[in-house]
């Protein structure tokens, strides 16, 4: 028998507001919790407005029926949402790693209510994924053409939101996985934010910067019809940076009569950017950790060393906070291999290694050939060159952080990991790590910084104001560590304290599927 899923149009929903109401600080983590958990317990008091069948009435366990048992019949629940995805998807198995981290964590819900269970299958189908030709002329005069895609996967709490990533791994499992999880991560801003990424297979390196404008020129084309400032709000990713975001805020103005609307976030301060966006992610990832370190150790990152994956804004600017506490970063890498500073990186140090990759574009070789103290390590990750670190943020790419990765911390006395990239830290590698006693910050929840700033800065743009560096810093703060919270609380209802990756998939899963309900399931 298929799952038949009925709805019962109860109310007109309510229209959606073209501002965004934004607290100011402090953020109050009980609060937002409370409201999360009374929000779903109250309507489900409302069961006939949306009415899914029982779970045992469906064909999900044809031939085996549904364990009494809360442990096994969770642990059945989670294995039936994975094998949704895994039936409709077979060969995205980015995405399906992504649904499986989130689906296991909230076992516990699903065997509470068949409700949860069905929320969460209804959020596994993107609203609308669009993949379009993006044709483009090179500097010799040939046409080239790449693809570019657009995810719009949930706008139960708001426009969707997401960035877009250059770079030849992008298609649509790459995309679906990062607009997944960017449901779950806004969700924690507290911010009126749906989930959503998009970006193309274009590779912007060894391209010229007249190349870069006319491909962002015809991709800006291509995505325009699908996009607004109530709709869909895009922003940088891996590939997209400020110059980009410029050129496609340019087009984008073009096609619509010079219009000038908060379509894109990672804007210049300038022109209706927001200041502290550019060190958002990595000043964000820092104050998470902080937070974390303080509840779960309390400890302080003063004198700690910290082993950072990649080079981009994200590891330059949380190294960069690391500093302002008193921390010490050791070490970067890039796609060539790692450069490690025994004795940590100074600010002046980091300003090189900042001029090295933000202003030329070069390798960490640049730096290594000019800094006699550091040592440069071909085709190696950080994690495989210290020997002695207390806190590790992967803030390269996806599952880069692996089982003998997570081995060789546990065993140089690392005792916190945070999440800079979108999922760096493989499966197997999380289970090692919290077995060795690292306190553990998912990307979702640590690396939140950014979509965070950009939801201010859609406030901003919404009231054509600018708010001032201290202000946006001050309400960065506040909102990491309001996200801390809620996961932590969480995680201590359903699970254990100290597990906040399954804290913040709960936090965020409760707030999505009371959306969903009171929406009418949309």
Same mark, same amino acid.
């Given at each position: 028998?298929?799952?038949?899923?009925s709805?019962?149009?109860f109310s007109?929903l309510?229209s959606?507001?073209?501002?965004?109401?934004?607290?100011?600080p402090?953020?109050?983590h009980?609060t937002?919790?409370?409201a999360?958990?009374?929000?779903?317990?109250?309507?489900l008091?409302?069961?006939?407005?949306?009415?899914f069948?029982p779970?045992e009435?469906t064909?999900?366990f044809?031939g085996?029926g549904?364990s009494k048992?809360?442990?096994?019949?969770?642990?059945q629940?989670?294995?039936?949402?994975?094998?949704v995805?895994?039936?409709?998807?077979?060969?995205?198995?980015l995405?399906?790693q992504?649904?499986?981290?989130?689906?296991t964590s909230?076992?516990?819900l699903?065997?509470e209510?068949?409700?949860?269970?069905?929320a969460?299958?209804?959020?596994?189908?993107?609203?609308?994924?669009?993949?379009?030709r993006?044709?483009?002329v090179?500097?010799e005069?040939?046409?080239r053409?790449?693809?570019?895609?657009?995810?719009?996967?949930?706008?139960?709490l708001?426009?969707?939101k997401g960035?877009?990533r250059y770079?030849?791994?992008?298609?649509?499992?790459?995309?679906?996985?990062?607009?997944?999880?960017?449901i779950?991560?806004?969700?924690?801003?507290?911010l009126?934010?749906g989930?959503?990424k998009? !970006?193309?297979?274009f590779d912007p390196?060894g391209?010229s910067e007249?190349?870069?404008?006319?491909?962002?020129?015809?991709?800006?084309?291509?995505l325009?019809?699908?996009?607004?400032p109530?709709?869909?709000v895009?922003?940088?990713?891996?590939?997209?940076?400020g110059r980009e975001?410029?050129?496609?805020?340019?087009?984008y103005?073009?096609?619509?009569? !010079?219009?000038?609307?908060g379509?894109l976030t990672?804007?210049?301060?300038?022109?209706?950017?927001?200041?502290v966006?550019?060190e958002a992610?990595?000043?964000g990832?820092?104050f998470f950790a902080?937070?974390?370190?303080?509840?779960?150790?309390?400890?302080?990152?003063l004198?700690k060393?910290?082993?950072?994956?990649?080079?981009?804004n994200?590891?330059?600017?949380?190294?960069?906070q690391l500093?302002?506490?008193?921390?010490t970063?050791?070490?970067?890498?890039?796609?060539?291999?790692?450069?490690y500073?025994?004795?940590g990186f100074?600010?002046?140090?980091l300003d090189?290694?900042?001029?090295v990759?933000?202003?030329?574009?070069?390798?960490l070789?640049?730096y290594?050939?000019?800094?006699p103290s550091?040592?440069y390590?071909?085709?190696e990750?950080?994690w495989?060159?210290?020997?002695?670190i207390?806190?590790a943020?992967?803030?390269?790419?996806?599952?880069?952080?692996?089982?003998q990765d997570?081995i060789?911390?546990?065993?140089?006395?690392?005792v916190?990991?945070?999440e800079g990239?979108?999922?760096?830290?493989?499966?197997?590698?999380v289970?090692?790590?919290?077995a060795g006693?690292?306190v553990f910050?998912?990307?979702k929840?640590?690396?939140a910084g950014?979509?965070?700033?950009?939801?201010?800065?859609?406030?901003?743009n919404?009231?054509m104001?600018?708010?001032?560096?201290a202000?946006?810093?001050?309400?960065?703060?506040?909102?990491?560590?309001?996200i801390y919270h809620q996961?932590?609380?969480?995680?201590?209802?359903?699970h254990?304290?100290?597990?906040?990756?399954e804290?913040?998939?709960?936090?965020?899963?409760?707030?999505?599927?009371a959306?969903?309900?009171e929406q009418?399931?949309?």
């Amino acid at each position: 028998m298929k799952t038949q899923i009925s709805f019962l149009l109860f109310s007109t929903l309510a229209s959606i507001s073209s501002g965004f109401n934004i607290p100011p600080p402090p953020y109050t983590h009980k609060t937002s919790l409370s409201a999360k958990q009374n929000s779903f317990e109250r309507d489900l008091r409302f069961k006939g407005a949306v009415n899914f069948r029982p779970v045992e009435e469906t064909s999900f366990f044809q031939g085996e029926g549904l364990s009494k048992d809360p442990r096994k019949r969770a642990q059945q629940l989670v294995d039936a949402a994975v094998n949704v995805a895994k039936r409709r998807d077979p060969d995205q198995s980015l995405f399906i790693q992504t649904v499986t981290e989130v689906a296991t964590s909230l076992g516990p819900l699903f065997a509470e209510t068949d409700e949860y269970f069905f929320a969460f299958k209804h959020m596994l189908e993107p609203e609308q994924l669009y993949q379009f030709r993006v044709p483009w002329v090179d500097d010799e005069g040939r046409t080239r053409v790449q693809r570019g895609f657009r995810v719009q996967f949930s706008s139960a709490l708001g426009p969707y939101k997401g960035g877009l990533r250059y770079h030849p791994s992008v298609g649509v499992d790459t995309i679906k996985f990062l607009g997944f999880e960017q449901i779950f991560k806004n969700a924690l801003t507290t911010l009126n934010l749906g989930g959503g990424k998009g !970006g193309s297979d274009f590779d912007p390196k060894g391209k010229s910067e007249a190349e870069i404008m006319r491909f962002c020129q015809s991709f800006m084309t291509a995505l325009e019809p699908y996009i607004g400032p109530n709709r869909d709000v895009p922003a940088g990713d891996i590939g997209v940076g400020g110059r980009e975001i410029g050129y496609l805020f340019g087009q984008y103005k073009r096609l619509n009569q !010079g219009r000038f609307e908060g379509v894109l976030t990672g804007k210049s301060a300038d022109w209706g950017g927001s200041y502290v966006r550019p060190e958002a992610t990595g000043w964000g990832l820092v104050f998470f950790a902080e937070e974390a370190m303080k509840y779960q150790k309390n400890e302080s990152l003063l004198g700690k060393r910290c082993a950072l994956s990649g080079s981009g804004n994200v590891a330059q600017f949380a190294a960069q906070q690391l500093l302002k506490l008193g921390a010490t970063p050791v070490t970067f890498s890039d796609s060539s291999g790692t450069i490690y500073e025994p004795d940590g990186f100074t600010q002046e140090k980091l300003d090189l290694l900042m001029e090295v990759k933000a202003v030329r574009g070069a390798r960490l070789t640049d730096y290594a050939a000019k800094s006699p103290s550091s040592s440069y390590h071909a085709s190696e990750r950080p994690w495989s060159v210290v020997d002695e670190i207390d806190l590790a943020f992967p803030c390269a790419t996806q599952n880069e952080l692996e089982e003998q990765d997570a081995i060789n911390l546990v065993k140089a006395g690392c005792v916190g990991v945070f999440e800079g990239a979108n999922m760096p830290t493989t499966p197997g590698a999380v289970e090692i790590l919290e077995a060795g006693g690292c306190v553990f910050g998912p990307a979702k929840a640590a690396n939140a910084g950014g979509v965070a700033v950009s939801g201010l800065e859609m406030a901003q743009n919404a009231q054509m104001t600018q708010w001032t560096e201290a202000d946006v810093e001050q309400r960065l703060n506040e909102i990491m560590k309001d996200i801390y919270h809620q996961c932590a609380d969480c995680a201590e209802t359903y699970h254990d304290r100290t597990q906040i990756k399954e804290g913040a998939n709960i936090a965020a899963f409760l707030k999505v599927a009371a959306a969903l309900r009171e929406q009418g399931a949309v």
